[in-house]
């Protein structure tokens, strides 16, 4: 796997010259996932797409699980550089970047889960985030915790936007408030707090994320002011 990731893994030296690669069939199998889910993604589903045999496939790749991995650093990318930015503008910078990538491929969030071996464009996001702390005071447990808890606040925002029902419909966050805000004009005796906290909301999309970031990020700026001091 580590070999297959890391692109250490020599091109098939049996049979016909190759006339695909790796690349090209997780970019096939990317394709298959940001239209139907990952779920749709099969070596003959894949096949077919190319097209070339099922079984000419396992010359690149031994079965799903390995090439979900492949596809995966494939779709997430190299993290977006935003030099010369303050430690703070860094870190919420790369988090909206993070969000910016489950947002294009939202299978990402279903494929970057549990224990696994990482690729580099994934420990390239990792050191992204890291490099933003490196002077920050912080030790290396503190900065591994730090991108863990931003990590995932975004990612848990993302699951709630890019998985409900509205995302599939059509239905923005804008759309589905102002639904809310409907009921609740004729319901408000029902729901009182509810009613009141939604007639001074600001309704905008998305905008949970970048409450919780700025107010993460207020955490440990009084942590890093506590390292400096």
Do not use: C
């Not at 690669?21 to 394709?31: C, D, S």
């Not at 939202?106 to 580099?120: A, M």
């Not at 050191?127 to 920050?136: E, F, K, N, Q, V």
């Not at 998985?163 to 004009?185: K, R, S, V």
């Amino acid at each position: 796997m580590t070999d297959l990731l890391w692109g250490r893994q020599q091109q098939p030296s049996r049979g016909p010259k190759p006339a695909m690669t790796l690349a090209g069939i997780a970019e096939a199998a990317i394709g298959i996932a940001d239209a139907e889910g990952l779920d749709a993604v099969s070596m003959q589903r894949i096949a077919g797409e190319l097209p070339v045999t099922k079984m000419a496939l396992y010359r690149y790749v031994p079965g799903k699980t390995e090439l979900v991995a492949v596809m995966s650093d494939l779709a997430i990318g190299v993290p977006p550089e935003h030099p010369g930015r303050p430690w703070r503008d860094a870190l919420k910078g790369w988090a909206l970047d993070l969000y910016a990538a489950f947002t294009k491929h939202p299978w990402l969030l279903q494929s970057t889960i549990g224990r696994r071996l990482l690729g580099p464009n994934e420990l390239a996001w990792m050191d992204r985030g890291i490099r933003a702390l490196a002077d920050s005071g912080l030790n290396g447990g503190e900065q591994f915790d730090s991108i863990l808890v931003i990590t995932s606040h975004v990612r848990n925002i993302a699951q709630q936007a890019l998985t409900l029902p509205g995302h599939t419909t059509g239905l923005t966050e804008e759309d589905i408030n102002q639904a809310l805000a409907e009921i609740l004009t004729t319901e408000a005796a029902r729901f009182p707090s509810l009613a009141a906290a939604m007639q001074t909301a600001a309704g905008t999309e998305n905008q949970g994320l970048e409450f919780g970031l700025d107010r993460i990020l207020d955490g440990l700026e009084v942590l890093v002011r506590t390292r400096k001091d």
